[in-house]
């Protein structure tokens, strides 16, 4: 390839070609990182609205209890509707598959006949008709809030698939566009190495012939081929999250009544996260200092060897209980990632559930999230801190 427009020819379908590469990966990183984001928002709302059934649900439970207001806890029922039907409007807005807005449709339905049945528990309960109203209240009031609740949940996994397919869709073409980009520039730098062509002998003078002419062999020019870069090495994958797995564990959790079940539910909650160890934390009554309560992947005697964490200690599970936000420390070649989630429940932080990630999964939204999923789940078994606590913590 000697000819100079050949070689101008070629350098400029290999610049479009890297350009137009560029191009299209910056834009499908673009929509990835919008998906994924959006895929955040759209679990923490379905998160929400899960929590806000559970809440209708006690909140209903108290038009009978002995002692309660009735005026108060109608206008808390109508307030937690009104806001899981906001988290719904959002959901749907925010719905990329069909299923995912029929399951919604769903929840929604289950919950305008749970607040149909509503209107009838609070005629009887008025008319202080309180065994009629707790029968309604105690059967079809658990009955639709579970229907509503699973319909949330089989919403969410539908909406998860659909992004995961879309997400794996987006890595092939990023695979395709830089596998295609790396054939047009190989292909290029072919062509641009010249070939050698054999020397031309040298003209020998016959002894016969008159005075002779010798032809210099042709002048050659010596090409340097850079040596090939080695490539940076690419992080490591997330890796896979069963979703199915983790919202089993926490529709299990949901139904934990002995000491015994919660220890073999941690040890399943270890493997989803890919943990090898968690710890769970309890606040006092007064949200002074957190003790551990269960503890897995630790020798049996560490629970009462860790002792109790103070609110303001400087450490990553005093931080989460204080700004009851998820924290995270990255491993290094010495010590491993950990992470801390707060326990939140409608009160406040309730606790802390500490864990020692493996692989680096301190690093992936992934596992990050589904840590805070299950977190949530396990704040519903714990008991609320005092007004003291919720009180100190507001300051």
Known sequence: MTRLSIRLSLLVVCLAAVGGATYLLWSSARTAAIDRAGARAFSVNAHLASVGIADLRAAQQSYVAT????????????????????????????????????HLEAAATALQEFMDMDLRARDLTRGRQLSQASDMIFADGLDLTKKAADALDRALTAETVTRDATASREERLQATVLGAAAAVTLLTLILFVPVRRPAEPEAVPSPSAGPSILFD???????????????????????????????????????????????????????????????????????????????????PHLATRLGTIARDAGNLTASAFRTGLLQTVKGDAISPGAIAVPLVAA???????????KNGGEQHGSLLAAASIVASQLATLVGPPSTRSRAEAAS
């Not at 997330?238 to 919660?262: F, H, K, M, N, S």
């Not at 009160?347 to 990630?357: F, P, T």
């Open 217 to 299: 062999a042709p002048q050659r020019t010596a090409v340097v081929i850079p040596e090939p870069v080695a490539p940076e090495p690419t992080p490591a994958a997330a890796p896979a999250i069963d979703l199915d797995g983790v919202a089993t564990l926490c529709r299990e959790l949901a139904r934990v009544r002995d000491t015994q079940a919660l220890t073999m539910l941690l040890e399943r909650t270890a493997g989803a996260l890919d943990a090898s160890g968690l710890v769970v934390w309890i606040a006092d009554p007064d949200g002074r200092e957190l003790s551990p309560i269960l503890v897995h992947g630790y020798p």
């Open 347 to 357: 009160s406040g932080c309730v606790g802390v559930m500490a864990a020692e990630m």
């Open 67 to 102: 002692g309660q207001g009735e005026d108060f806890w109608f206008a808390r029922v109508t307030a937690i509707k009104k806001e899981i039907d906001d988290r719904l409007s959002v959901l749907r807005a925010a719905a990329t598959a069909a299923e995912t807005n029929s």
